[in-house]
């Protein structure tokens, strides 16, 4: 069946077939005008057909109006995401501004039936203003409504998404993107696969959005990302990719590139060399592996036996087959992050390192740090002012707990059960 096509803004179309569109989005605060711009400038010239932008409250709202304007009187016209989590009068506010409003709309009041109204308001709004919307929910940040009927499971995330799509055809609006973002690789592409079979059943095939959220950095973010998206896009399931590195979001373009080329029937631009060779073999065996089509995976890159050993472990563990470290989840950050997450991150990772098998979140902020680390063992959650929260599962054990302090503190507690 057809996938409907969407246009973001004047040029921009999500679900043309063979053109997979390449995103990323800001991690600076949107306050911060001039940052954002100079990120948003650098993404654009670095690829990105698409940019987002958080926006966690009303008072933002003239800033992203500010940085769009300042960005098309430059000549960058990439259209604008604005990223909401929670306030629907900001997503109404905000959508006669950008080209797209990205919202989980079951986060928008406690009661479900407010919720539905409110979703209902927005795309009004919508409409009337030819604004896009992608409908974004998070493994771990479902809501109760959705738990309490089947549970915190890729068939509860495909179920949200079909009552918000079906809400959409219903109000007679199509502009709409939707995801089902996981830090779990098999989560992540059953809940995909299930929506993508549920839409077919209905009818009405909506663009996805496709990416590995909360992946990390360096060659595992890399690996885990191109596992999971690559087993989606080799099934025709996907339309638009986001890699999400917590690094500089530049960083994340030339990997979805990558993607976006070698599943759009384009020839792969990305030189020859280590990183084409990592993301080639994640590729290549990843969707094998995380398929069970394949049990183990033995590399000849010709680079050498411990480098062929460490990639071979790497895409055993995104694959979820074999754990031979920690299994890390990482936010990449945006404009709610109130700490320096990399080095946060780059510390945690340094502290924890021999706990094998171990999943440890490190997340960026408490507005969805706590909800999307959902198949953490220990969180690690940046509180603004210097200070951080340690969650065990998802329960808070230690609140305020200085920066220079967290990590120790971190390993005190995980060695205490062991």
Aim: charged share 25%; aromatic share 6%; proline share 5%.
């Amino acid at each position: 069946m057809e996938t409907l096509k969407v246009r973001i803004g004047k040029d921009l179309v999500i679900g043309e077939p063979g053109h997979i569109v390449v995103q990323t989005m800001c991690n600076t605060h949107t306050y911060d005008i001039e940052a954002t711009v100079d990120q948003c400038m650098r993404m654009s010239r670095a690829g990105a057909e698409l940019i987002r932008i958080t926006v966690p409250g009303m008072k933002d709202v003239p800033c992203i109006a500010e940085i769009k304007r300042i960005l098309r009187s430059n000549g960058v016209m990439t259209p604008l995401v604005a990223d909401i989590h929670f306030s629907s009068e900001t997503a109404v506010a905000v959508a006669k501004v950008v080209e797209k409003v990205r919202i989980n709309p079951g986060n928008f009041h406690p009661d479900h039936e407010t919720a539905r109204a409110r979703f209902a308001e927005l795309l009004g709004v919508c409409k009337g203003y030819g604004t896009a919307i992608r409908v974004g929910l998070n493994h771990g940040s479902l809501g109760k409504y959705i738990t309490d009927l089947y549970g915190n499971t890729p068939l509860a995330m495909a179920k949200a998404a079909m009552e918000w799509l079906q809400m959409c055809v219903e109000n007679d609006f199509f502009q709409v993107v939707v995801s089902l973002k996981s830090s779990n690789t098999i989560v992540m592409v059953e809940a995909y696969q299930l929506l993508h079979k549920m839409m077919q059943e209905s009818g009405v095939v909506f663009p996805m959005h496709l990416g590995v959220t909360e992946a990390g950095n360096g060659d595992s973010g890399r690996i885990k990302s191109c596992v999971g998206i690559a087993t989606l896009l080799d099934q025709g399931i996907g339309n638009t990719v986001r890699v999400s590195l917590t690094e500089d979001p530049v960083e994340e373009i030339p990997v979805a590139k990558y993607l976006a080329e070698r599943y759009g029937g384009k020839p792969v631009s990305m030189p020859h060399g280590r990183e084409r060779v990592i993301l080639d073999a994640a590729c290549d065996y990843g969707p094998s592996l995380l398929m069970h089509r394949i049990d183990d995976l033995k590399l000849d890159t010709g680079l050498g036996a411990e480098f062929d050993a460490y990639l071979a472990d790497e895409i055993l563990q995104a694959s979820r087959r074999r754990f031979y470290k920690p299994e890390y989840i990482a936010c990449p950050g945006c404009g709610r992050t109130m700490y320096n997450l990399q080095d946060a991150f780059e510390k945690v990772k340094a502290r924890t390192s021999h706990l094998k098998g171990m999943v440890i979140a490190v997340m960026g902020c408490i507005v969805n740090g706590p909800g999307e680390m959902a198949d953490a063992d220990w969180g690690y959650v940046g509180e603004g002012n210097g200070k951080v929260s340690i969650y065990k599962k998802n329960v808070p054990v230690l609140r305020h707990v200085p920066e220079d302090e967290a990590p120790d503190r971190l390993l005190e507690l995980i060695e205490s059960e062991l």
